[in-house]
């Protein structure tokens, strides 16, 4: 089974705190994404990556930023978080086809204090 | 991506059948229709996807209209477990990767014992 795994399931921060939420999958997938999740506001791709060092913004990338240093392994950095980042964060995972799955993490439900 | 359109709530009692409906008016000739759920607490899970033909896998079924404008996933024999707000999507198959799924706010199926 294809696992996706996030670093924490809750996570409480300061304002102006950085904060660092990694995603790591098992499946050997080429495209990783983070998307977050507010209620009635569904869930919004903040950004993605199809590959190993490269990122394209999604549609909500102001306040944060990337890093695939390796394939398994996709982290979104909030520079300096805000009380309007609090949110549910969701990663997931795909490989390229006709089909395309998309294989989500838990997810991390962050509040910025 | 073109547009979808689902009920917000549905609601099903155990054992019984379930049909939930989706609107794709401006679906086009490349477009692929998917299904996600997400139950609570936790990302969303692929369900089930097609393009023309009716689909059936070990979760669901798939019908879609002859003129493709409309689809419908249809859960058996409904359990307490598929309560849960479903997706419907419709993904473009460009060649290679198709990058973001756009989520909705879907339907939130409520199952009666």
């Known amino acids: 089974d294809v696992k996706v795994t996030q670093s924490s399931r809750y996570l409480v921060k300061r304002t102006g705190e950085k904060v660092f939420l990694e995603c790591v999958q098992d499946?050997?997938?080429?495209?990783m994404f983070w998307y977050r999740q507010d209620p009635g506001l569904g869930l919004r791709l903040i950004y993605f990556?199809?590959?190993?060092?490269?990122?394209e913004k999604g549609d909500i990338p102001e306040g944060y930023s990337v890093s695939r240093e390796k394939k398994e392994r996709f982290s979104l950095i909030l520079e300096s978080a805000s009380t309007n980042q609090t949110s549910m964060y969701l990663c997931?995972?795909?490989?390229?086809?006709?089909?395309?799955?998309?294989?989500f993490g838990p997810g991390t439900r962050l509040l910025v204090l | 991506d073109a547009k979808t359109t689902q009920p917000n709530s549905m609601e099903s009692n155990e054992e019984e059948p379930v049909h939930l409906p989706c609107n794709h008016s401006?679906?086009?000739?490349?477009?692929?229709i998917h299904w996600y759920r997400q139950l609570p607490s936790q990302g969303p899970e692929y369900v089930i996807h097609?393009?023309?033909s009716n689909v059936n896998n070990r979760m669901a079924s798939l019908a879609i209209a002859e003129d493709r404008k409309s689809s419908t996933l249809i859960l058996h024999r409904a359990t307490l477990r598929d309560a849960a707000v479903y997706y419907c999507?419709?993904?473009?198959?460009?060649?290679?990767?198709?990058?973001?799924?756009?989520f909705g706010k879907g339907t939130k199926l409520s199952v009666k014992p």
């Open positions: 997931a995972s795909s490989f390229p086809s006709v089909q395309e799955t998309q294989y």
């Open positions: 499946m050997d997938h080429e495209n």
């Open positions: 990556s199809y590959d190993v060092k490269m990122k």
């Open positions: 401006t679906i086009s000739g490349t477009d692929y």
């Open positions: 999507i419709l993904r473009r198959y460009y060649g290679g990767s198709q990058g973001n799924l756009i």
């Open positions: 097609g393009l023309t």
